[in-house]
């Protein structure tokens, strides 16, 4: 058995285990859980929210951060450490390139999932618990609104990115980048429209 090798399939099993956890919760957040919400009233936001929301939200943020960081992992094994970050002429790699786009997208939306929609959420929620409706939690509810859609929007390129990057698409070009960025954001457009019709009836 090569064991640097099948520690580093660990490595990226581990990615995109943790991935799945995250990004599935995003999407249950934003194709499912805005939709429901516009559709009850206080008192049950009152009675399920505090117990289904921090339950999805531990699962979301530590998806995250495993995510992150065993991204980061792979990084320093496939780019650094066995420097197929360079091309032989010394230049940057085309699946580099790749990358490095899809771990931007991805470092981003890890940034707003622990520093804007955790937070913000942590008052919302306690807000919603204890019958409080304090005059900054629409501007509040607004911006984690919006990082959560962000995220969403940016998810679909960025796995282009991350597939790309993982030698399935070794080149980098512009028409290339730009189908893939257009039907990534496309695919996530589609799906918040169809969102808020599918799923109403049994
Ligand atoms: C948060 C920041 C992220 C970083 C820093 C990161 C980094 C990486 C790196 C370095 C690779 C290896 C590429 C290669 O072998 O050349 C990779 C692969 C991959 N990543 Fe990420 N990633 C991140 C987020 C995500 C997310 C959110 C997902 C969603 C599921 C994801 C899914 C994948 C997939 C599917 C692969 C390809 C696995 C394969 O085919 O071997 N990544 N990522």
Redesign the pocket.
């Known amino acids: 058995m090569d064991v640097p090798k099948f520690l580093e399939l660990i490595l ?1 099993w581990a ?2 285990f943790a ?2 956890i ?2 599935g919760h995003l999407y249950f957040f934003n194709f499912v859980n805005v939709p429901f919400q516009g559709t009850i009233d206080k008192e049950t936001k009152k009675k399920v929210n505090p117990f289904l929301l921090p339950r999805a939200l531990w699962w979301f943020r530590w998806g ?1 951060m495993i ?2 960081l ?3 992992g ?2 320093w094994k ?2 650094l450490s066995d420097g ?1 970050l360079r091309d032989a002429d010394g230049g940057m790699s085309d ?1 580099a390139m790749w ?1 490095l786009f ?2 931007l997208l ?2 981003v ?2 940034f707003n999932v622990w520093f804007i929609i955790w937070p913000a959420q942590q008052k919302l929620i306690a807000w919603t618990r204890d019958g409080l409706a304090p005059p900054e939690q629409p501007a509040l509810a607004r911006k984690a609104l919006l990082a959560s859609r962000t995220n969403t929007y940016l ?1 679909g390129p ?2 282009f990115g ?2 790309a ?4 698409y070794p080149s980098m070009q512009f028409g290339a980048f730009g189908i893939a960025v257009a039907l990534g954001v496309f695919a996530i457009f589609s799906a918040i429209g169809h969102s808020k019709k599918v799923g109403q009836s049994i």
Do not use: E
């Open positions: 990226r990615h995109v991935g799945i995250w990004i995250a995510t992150f065993s991204g980061l792979l990084f496939v780019y197929l699946r990358i899809g771990m991805g470092t939306m890890w998810s960025m796995l991350m597939l990057g993982a030698a399935h």
